[in-house]
């Protein structure tokens, strides 16, 4: 049972591009959520998803910024135009449910973005 | 907007001293977990604690959550090389989201 797979673990972006991070959830989960991380600080959240819905985006910032988890294949965040102030790790994690004192979020080892 | 805030936020220490890391906020959270991080990984879990005032233990690491489930502590005796890395609560809010604190990151030399 694969944990969680994060894909690209390295990306290089120039100014004004667009960025494509993939996240395949562990096998029987259906909950996914991303957090961003600067270096030496803790994570951001950005966006929690289920199957096919957006259920809190509160963290995302309006811009440039979308997610999203299909019916089918692995979740995407998306950053169109990318500043160097996206520069960051960007870290997805997945659940089999809501979360709980039983229900615990496992952590994919992250895309790293560079914007040159 | 919920904030946890860690302290301290660096800790360098000779192998074989103890350590205590806190967690802190004004929020009320249902469950609160730690994870330590290494570099170039996610987070991985090593405790989570749902009932106030809870204490639970994991070798040499004992975990402790508030009484009134806003803050939580971390204590590590005799500390290793190994417990090198970066040491993060994460709250869990009724919007079914983890809240990340600001993190500590513990260095410890031989």
């Known amino acids: 049972n694969a944990g969680v797979m994060q894909n690209p673990r390295h990306l290089v972006r120039r100014r004004g591009q667009e960025a494509r991070l993939r996240c395949s959830p562990m096998k029987g989960h259906s909950h996914v959520y991303w957090y961003r991380q600067l270096p030496e600080e803790g994570l951001k959240f950005m966006v929690y998803?289920?199957?096919?819905?957006?259920?809190?985006e509160s963290g995302m910032p309006k811009e440039r910024f979308s997610a999203e988890f299909p019916k089918e294949g692995p979740s995407i965040l998306r950053i169109q135009q990318v500043v160097r102030g996206d520069s960051a790790a960007y870290f997805c994690a997945s659940s089999p449910a809501r979360i709980s004192g039983a229900n615990v979020l496992t952590f994919g080892a992250g895309s790293r973005l560079t914007v040159l | 907007t919920q904030l946890l805030e860690q302290s301290p936020q660096f800790l360098s220490i000779q192998e074989g001293e103890n350590l205590t890391v806190y967690c802190n906020s004004s929020?009320?959270?249902?469950?609160l977990q730690w994870y330590r991080q290494e570099p170039g990984e996610g987070p991985v879990l090593l405790v989570t604690v749902v009932t106030g005032g809870e204490v639970k233990k994991l070798k040499r690491l004992t975990f402790q959550f508030g009484d009134a489930r806003k803050d939580s502590s971390l204590h590590i005796t005799a500390a290793q090389p190994g417990d090198t890395g970066l040491y993060l609560c994460a709250g869990a809010i009724v919007t079914d989201k983890l809240i990340f604190g600001t993190g500590t990151r513990l260095q410890v030399f031989p």
């Open positions: 929020s009320v959270f249902s469950s």
């Open positions: 998803l289920q199957k096919e819905n957006i259920i809190d």
